[in-house]
T-cell receptor, first 114, second 113 residues
Framework: ETGVTQTPRHLVMGMTNKKSLKCEQH?????MYWYKQSAKKPLELMFV???????ENNSVPSRFSPECPNSSHLFLHLHTLQPEDSALYLC?????????????FGNGTRLTVT | SQQGEEDPQALSIQEGENATMNCSYK?????LQWYRQNSGRGLVHLIL?????REKHSGRLRVTLDTSKKSSSLLITASRAADTASYFC?????????????FGKGTLLTVNP
């Protein structure tokens, strides 16, 4: 049990579909993150939220839309994705957004875009 | 730019042997962190070493940091089959106000029973 729960674990969607990834943290942390992990590439930071405010948007295409309704929940809304968006999407949380405390990751959502 | 770059990309050893993984980075860091990822799972934090520290231990793990060479190493002693995983280093850029923890591509460690 990592303290960070992601659903679903696997998702297959067509390019015209709309779906959402969900993340919930039970650690009382103030910052939450979305990362993208593709084969043979370093982990890519997508979004950072600190106390429910977005503090980082790392040049991510608009077909990815994050939502953070409270400090425990984070969503990633997906629409009109491309096959190259297929990857493992990881949610993480930390005590603060300043990088002085370690990240706690969920087990990810394996997304396949067909 | 990639802040952490691990070496080697893959390492295969026998159970009981020590495993050493290296990490190099390009710009000044505030701290450097090591994570482990088992296949199909999320990353798990192992150890954090600050820029003013040279060595840190946690159980069978030993991390060193050489800021003059911009490099770090992770040593796992008396390895076990359960240590089989990918290991990532991540450097926190210093001097900025935003959180910039940049990961490398990882080292895949295989410990054979």
């Amino acid at each position: 049990e990592t303290g960070v729960t992601q659903t679903p674990r696997h998702l297959v969607m067509g390019m015209t579909n709309k779906k959402s990834l969900k993340c919930e943290q039970h650690l009382g942390h103030n910052a939450m993150y979305w990362y993208k992990q593709s084969a043979k590439k370093p982990l890519e930071l997508m979004f950072v939220y600190s106390l429910e405010e977005r503090v980082e948007n790392n040049s991510v295409p608009s077909r990815f839309s994050p939502e953070c309704p409270n400090s425990s929940h984070l969503f990633l809304h997906l629409h009109t994705l491309q096959p190259e968006d297929s990857a493992l999407y990881l949610c993480a949380s930390s005590q603060s957004d300043r990088g002085y405390s370690p990240l706690h990751f969920g087990n990810g959502t394996r997304l396949t875009v067909t | 730019s990639q802040q952490g770059e691990e070496d080697p990309q893959a390492l295969s050893i026998q159970e009981g042997e020590n495993a050493t993984m290296n990490c190099s980075y390009k710009t000044s860091i505030n701290n450097l962190q090591w994570y482990r990822q088992n296949s199909g799972r999320g990353l798990v934090h192992l150890i954090l070493i600050r820029s003013n520290e040279r060595e840190k231990h946690s159980g069978r793990l030993r991390v060193t940091l050489d800021t003059s060479k911009k490099s770090s190493s992770l040593l796992i002693t008396a390895s076990r089959a359960a240590d089989t995983a990918s290991y990532f280093c991540a450097g926190l850029n210093s001097g900025g106000s935003n959180y910039k923890l940049t990961f490398g591509k990882g080292t895949l460690l295989t410990v054979n029973p």
